[in-house]
């Protein structure tokens, strides 16, 4: 059996690793347009940031690593058409020659390409965009080699808020423009305003509400103009404002193509073509809470969605089991994480969610070190069903892992109050003997009318299923 | 409806909270033998140490907060006896005086004492157990009161190497005696191999496989002997060996005792005696992954036991939905944690273990501080089902709230490879896009012959199946 895997970065690695695991006997050929597969994008701003001298240092694993696998690797290949038909895809080598590759099942993983706003002027030296390895080392030129001072981030989410920090710790004066109203869109602006204040502390000018129209270059500077008058000169800008689909090569196939321009897939990743995956950036993912299609590119999840594709492709049987959008970033001594739905999501869903902030610390506040961490749950208040979770906190206070509680809770629909029941480790100088994510759920439980036994509970809630779901407390 | 609370710990505290927390009417009052409502005692080895210079502070809530939150508090008032017919419990006061309390609930929450072991000369000055806050105040006395410059710690399981960190960073000489192969013996040997490196790395003298037999004084010092001609000369003598529950009181009153000499207790927390509740250290624990009654003396569990004992006391009605065991220890730059079985304890259950370990580093390993760990996942060989989870690594490296993540896929009866399937949080600063259980997880599962599509796993699960258990590969 020969599997071709199109695409070398984290879905189209895991799926070709993942086929030859449960069966050795298949043939598989991964095709990448660069020569640097199975390279940590996430990586790419702590590369810019000096923390990673050597970008070599990116890679999952080696080209030698890969090919001790049992993969064939097609550097330099670009695809350029899929045949369903024939079953062959067609690719152009680094030397502009034609190959054709026949395929008895196909992995298309070809990612995401950043997205151009409509700003005038991007195309200018200077102004770049941050994706592949390749923009990784114009930006490093422009940045290094040409002695950038200053710099100006269009767009505050996750590669924005890692670009501003390494930018910072490279010496340059960083300004971020984000046209939401708060820093970190992804989280609600309760908890954006602390990452907010953590930039400013570290000296980096935060604009928002700003949209950014036109680059020009002026006096050997890019001069960057915005709507409400902004304007600032800079040395260098950077437009990242996130990613859509490179769902091209699949369409022009046949491919159908879902949510976002996304390839559509089953939760087998199945396009509705025969023999037909995708996995990754390129394609739909199904949200777990939503059990609905939606666009999510993560690394974890192209990872995970790889490796259900090479799986199934190899002949298993899999399902993909969902993402809930689960997601952490660093800024300076900030972490920042979140998973499953804001308020606004779950509305937006045709949820009635509670939302309720509260603040506790990461250990026993007697044990030094203490670190306040400001968590925000959501739950349904239907059911009682956590929906969300956010947590911002000190980089020391084991946000990252922390969020996971909640994040494995919700992949098995516990509810808020049952958070409370998990049988979580503490000792004094790592958490409490109710971690916090316990505590803020208690702090949910108490404004959640089922928790009271004095309320008229069974009748309330068919009085709310009667008067429709938008009716509760 | 009057609930009375015996013990003012983590269990006593939490019922008395969560039954006014959830009914206001109902009049708590809680009794407690000493004047230190609720205080942490995991938090003791840290105030030995001088990390909490104010030993108040170790009070998770001061006497006020708890009467600010309605309760009666009776201090210095030991319960002496249970009439369960008449409903109504017999103290004596601080003076002495009798005291008789009426109830309509009562939650016993007596708390565990300190194993004796046979050794001679315990009750020698200058020889400690550590449980309560006044022994805590005596060893102090010892440490610094009486200078003391060298201890030998009779036990190697958390709190005496907590207590051997502790007395370390107070400047003694300090040595550990256990009598098993290895310290630390509620994780694996291998890992507890790496927590005796530790040990030593900071001056410990490590003595394994040694069993103390007697403690004298001789020239102002106390002498230790052991078997296998172990002989030590120390200024104080430690004796933490763990603790057996406290359940005499409710004994002598017709309630059932269980597992280890522990209240027999159903999932509501109710004894075999109308009315009557137990929780915490004094009580059975339900097994979550075992379906059965067992000992696990920890104080997540006894804040568990607690609020559902005080829920179910007020008029609710909740199941504690159990214990695996879940606990983390910090041993100097190491934290060691573990969740649910190990190897052993699964094979002595009837089950078909398979127990695998792994290294993966905390984070990226091209990120500045990548800490190893090391992890031994036990999995069941007939389902795959996650039985146990063991983690070890640098006190940096989130482990405290990395075992949380098995510990919540056990909860849920998740397999070992379904822990591929959660969506954990990522950024190259705090983890893996397969995240460090995941990466050991893969590593279970390739050595699990389920795993590989080209092996008849489905007729060789039926050849194990007649085969009885023990047959698997």
């Given at each position: ?211 950014v129209e036109a680059v ?8 960057v103009k915005g709507d ?37 897939v089953n939760r087998r ?205």
């Amino acid at each position: 059996m020969r599997l071709l895997v199109v695409g070398g970065s984290d879905a189209g690695i895991a799926a070709a690793l993942r086929a030859r695991e449960i069966d050795p006997s298949v043939e598989v050929t991964v095709a990448l347009a660069d020569t640097y597969p199975n390279y940590s994008i996430c990586g790419l701003p702590y590369f810019l940031a000096g923390d990673v001298p050597d970008w070599l240092s990116l890679a999952h694993r080696s080209v030698q690593e890969l090919r001790g696998a049992g993969l064939e690797l097609l550097l330099e290949h670009t695809a350029r058409a899929i045949d369903p038909a024939a079953k062959r895809v067609t690719l152009t080598d680094g030397a502009a020659h034609e190959v054709a590759v026949a395929y008895d099942r196909l992995v298309v993983a070809t990612g995401a390409a950043p997205i151009r706003p409509p700003i005038e002027g991007l195309d200018l030296p200077g102004v770049h965009v941050l994706h592949t390895m390749a923009d990784s080392f114009a930006l490093n030129e422009s940045i290094g080699g040409r002695g950038a001072g200053s710099a100006l981030i269009v767009g505050a989410g996750y590669i924005g808020l890692e670009m501003a920090e390494a930018l910072t710790t490279r010496g340059l004066e960083v300004t971020v423009v984000e046209q939401f109203p708060e820093v970190l869109p992804t989280v609600d602006t309760e908890l954006g305003g602390t990452v907010r204040t953590e930039l400013m502390a570290h000296g980096v000018e935060v604009l928002t509400g700003f949209r950014v129209e036109a680059v020009g270059r002026e006096d050997g500077a890019l001069h960057v103009k915005g709507d409400s008058g902004l304007e600032r000169s800079v040395d260098l800008v950077l437009v990242v404002v996130g990613v859509k689909p490179d769902s091209v090569l699949a369409g022009a196939a046949g491919v159908e193509i879902g949510v976002k321009g996304a390839i559509r897939v089953n939760r087998r990743m199945e396009t509705n073509l025969p023999d037909v995956f995708a996995a990754g950036d390129c394609a739909e993912t199904y949200h777990r809470i939503l059990h609905a299609p939606s666009y999510l590119p993560l690394g974890t999840t192209a990872h995970k969605q790889g490796r259900v594709a090479g799986e199934n492709a190899a002949g298993g049987s899999r399902l993909f089991e969902g993402s809930l959008g689960t997601q952490v970033v660093k800024v300076f001594e900030l972490a920042a994480a979140r998973s499953g739905l804001r308020d606004d999501e779950a509305r937006a869903a045709g949820l009635d969610p509670l939302t309720v902030g509260s603040v506790a610390f990461d250990h026993k506040a007697y044990y030094p070190g203490a670190q306040e961490l400001h968590i925000r749950l959501t739950g349904d208040r239907m059911t009682g069903r956590l929906l969300g979770a956010q947590i911002v906190g000190h980089t020391d206070a084991q946000v990252a892992k922390r969020i996971d509680i909640p994040a494995v809770a919700m992949f098995h629909e516990l509810t808020v109050d049952g958070l409370n029941d998990l049988d979580l480790s503490y000792a004094p100088p790592f958490g409490s003997p109710w971690d916090a994510v316990q505590l803020a759920a208690q702090a949910w439980t108490i404004q959640w009318p089922g928790n009271a036994l004095n309320l008229p509970r069974a009748e309330e809630l068919e009085a709310r299923v009667a008067g429709g779901r938008g009716s509760g407390a």
